[in-house]
């Protein structure tokens, strides 16, 4: 099992692009989440799905769209970059409601 | 609201002493509770769990209580040794499986 796979690892954008964090999991768990990961912040939810077709907005939703199509794959769209976007993005999923999150290598991107 | 509150770091121990790090949290009703590590340049890793009060998770020589009395998830080691160097975030999991960060505590063990 691949787990959770995040790419890609590393993305320079303008301010103003828009692009497409992709993740994917391989072990048909229903819930997955996307974070975000700023120094002396911890993580901070931005959105979180509890099954495909059903998306809702964590902490700090503004300015990202997620869908979830499929159980496997939840991408994370930014509509128009700024630098406050600059952050390393991780991508978690979950299966049995007992346990814990299983999380991907991460995203880092910078906004210039 | 809900939160998750861990001690401020940098921790800084020798190789073999005692290592806590508190973790208290504010929710409703009953979460569940973990602690996750990060080692430097990598994802989480999830740590240990526990899902009700006096649950004791642990992994790898470390240990937690879920106290409900004190709201706390104290992360304890017995020895630490040098590659236990890593961040160690504590998180709460509520009945809609939304997973709540603390801010993390940084651990250093020099040899």
């Known amino acids: 099992n691949a787990g959770v796979t995040q790419t890609p690892k590393f993305q320079v954008l303008k301010t103003g692009q828009s692009m497409t964090l992709q993740c994917a999991q391989d072990m048909n768990h229903e819930y997955m989440s996307w974070y975000r990961q700023d120094p002396g912040m911890g993580l901070r939810l931005i959105h979180y799905?509890?099954?495909?077709?059903?998306?809702d907005q964590g902490e700090v939703p503004n300015g990202y769209n997620v869908s979830r199509s499929t159980t496997e794959d939840f991408p994370l769209r930014l509509l128009s970059a700024a630098p406050s976007q600059t952050s390393v993005y991780f991508c978690?999923?979950?299966?049995?409601?007992?346990?814990?999150?299983?999380f991907g290598s991460g995203t880092r991107l910078t906004v210039v | 609201g809900n939160s998750v509150t861990q001690m401020e770091g940098p921790v800084t121990l020798s190789e073999e002493a005692f290592l806590t790090i508190n973790c208290t949290y504010t929710?409703?009703?009953?979460?569940?509770l973990f602690w996750y590590v990060q080692y430097p340049g990598e994802g989480l890793q999830l740590l240990l769990k526990?899902?009700?009060?006096?649950d004791k998770g642990s992994n790898k020589g470390f240990e937690a209580t879920y106290r409900k009395e004190t709201t706390s998830f104290h992360l304890e080691k017995g020895s630490v040794q040098v590659s236990d160097s890593a961040v160690y975030f504590c998180?709460?999991?509520?009945?809609?499986?939304?997973?709540?960060f603390g801010s993390g505590t940084r651990l250093l063990v020099r040899p």
């Open positions: 526990a899902t009700k009060a006096d």
């Open positions: 978690a999923s979950k299966g049995n409601p007992n346990y814990g999150y299983t």
């Open positions: 799905s509890v099954g495909a077709g059903i998306t």
């Open positions: 998180a709460w999991m509520d009945s809609s499986y939304k997973l709540i």
């Open positions: 929710a409703t009703g009953y979460p569940s």
